[in-house]
């Protein structure tokens, strides 16, 4: 008989213990082996019961949620999977337990929406199992660069801001899910300010992708926004594709700019990565690159082949650096990534291609 993943579900809110433990207990792979009001009681009952997986409350009693995870992963790593609300201090919060080491989160259930419960329990249940097969990384600390354009900028250091004004010809197209939110940050992060427009899809309920862009704004060189409909991708600009609501690149003359639209769930995720991926590969062919990072399932797989096809130059990450080995898994199966680098290398092979044709040609042909 298959082991079953041991749950600890910690909420303050008796009425969402009760859910929770009520909506994993109806998968057979999952037994929720304790519940605690608070971090002081799930310390104890870590000792004890050994979860291999908990659900934490971002927002709790006598010790806050992000202050007990931090302890949790300085002294006894464990995934964790962070319950959020919708608020804007929740969606704050969870963004910080993802920077500590949380996994991945969950929107709080509600009792009175019945007809959401079926959606809830799949990705609740889907999460923690995900979850539990993660090896837990400690977070190391973050320090904003300064925003200037750097030695390594691609173009000739003038003006920051002028240099934002250009348009490009070329782009690069960036699709994660879980784990990426941190993936995405350190790629960000490793770039000048003066690079071709980036455009990104993170698995992402609505409100957090712009609390997410904004929180990158203030870490990278490079100013992050979340997409609005018509946006130019210009140097020097990622947009992050809005939560609920799929991105698409389309060009007009020589300028590319992003299209925002509804639309049906693409597998199963809206914003999804295949849409973006495979409009890059239509509208940019071999001026794109595109990058497939951490997640779980298989949503940008096809688009990134399809982009390979259309000549772009197309990498995934690799399974050491990956939180879940899923999409980037997916992609080099079907024969979509031309590259696999660990996640500290992707900022390099992202600078190298835009420096000049010359540094296109040869990090193509001899990978670093």
Do not use: W
Request: contains cysteine; positive net charge; proline residues 6%.
């Amino acid at each position: 008989m298959e082991k079953k993943i041991k749950v600890l579900i910690v909420d303050d809110s008796a009425v969402a213990r009760m859910i929770l433990s009520e909506l994993l207990s109806k998968d057979p792979q999952i037994k929720v082996v304790g519940i605690a009001q608070d971090p002081i009681i799930a310390r104890q009952k870590i000792r004890t019961l050994k979860p291999d997986v908990i659900t934490l409350d971002v927002e709790m009693p006598r010790v806050d949620g992000l202050t007990f995870l931090e302890e949790l992963m300085a002294e006894t790593p464990m995934p964790v999977v962070m319950v959020s609300s919708l608020t804007e201090k929740g969606c704050e919060t969870t963004l910080r337990a993802l920077e500590l080491g949380a996994v991945d989160f969950v929107t709080k259930p509600r009792i009175d929406i019945v007809s959401e419960l079926p959606n809830i329990i799949e990705e609740v249940t889907e999460k923690i199992k995900v979850a539990s097969r993660v090896r837990v990384r400690a977070r190391a600390s973050i320090r904003a660069p300064s925003r200037r354009v750097g030695p390594d900028a691609v173009m000739p250091p003038s003006s920051s801001k002028g240099a934002m004004l250009r348009t490009t010809n070329k782009v690069v197209a960036i699709g994660a899910s879980t784990g990426g939110t941190e993936a995405i940050r350190d790629i960000l992060m490793g770039l000048p300010a003066d690079l071709p427009g980036i455009v990104i899809v993170q698995h992402m309920p609505q409100r957090f992708t712009k609390l997410f862009a904004e929180r990158l704004n203030k870490l990278c060189a490079m100013d992050v926004r979340e997409a609005a409909d018509g946006d130019r991708v210009i140097y020097g600009h990622a947009l992050i594709a809005p939560g609920n609501y799929h991105m698409l690149l389309d060009r007009s003359g020589a300028e590319y700019y992003v299209k925002i639209k509804e639309g049906p769930q693409v597998n199963r995720h809206r914003p999804s990565v295949d849409v973006l991926f495979r409009s890059v590969a239509r509208y940019a062919g071999k001026n794109a690159m595109g990058i497939i990072l951490t997640g779980m399932g298989a949503d940008g797989a096809a688009g990134l082949k399809e982009m390979k096809e259309a000549g772009a130059l197309t990498m995934a990450q690799d399974e050491r650096t990956s939180v879940v080995f899923g999409m980037p898994k997916e992609a080099i199966a079907l024969g979509g990534a031309k590259e696999v680098l660990p996640l500290q290398k992707i900022p390099e092979a992202i600078v190298s291609f835009f420096r000049d044709d010359a540094s296109r040609k040869n990090y193509t042909q001899h990978p670093t």
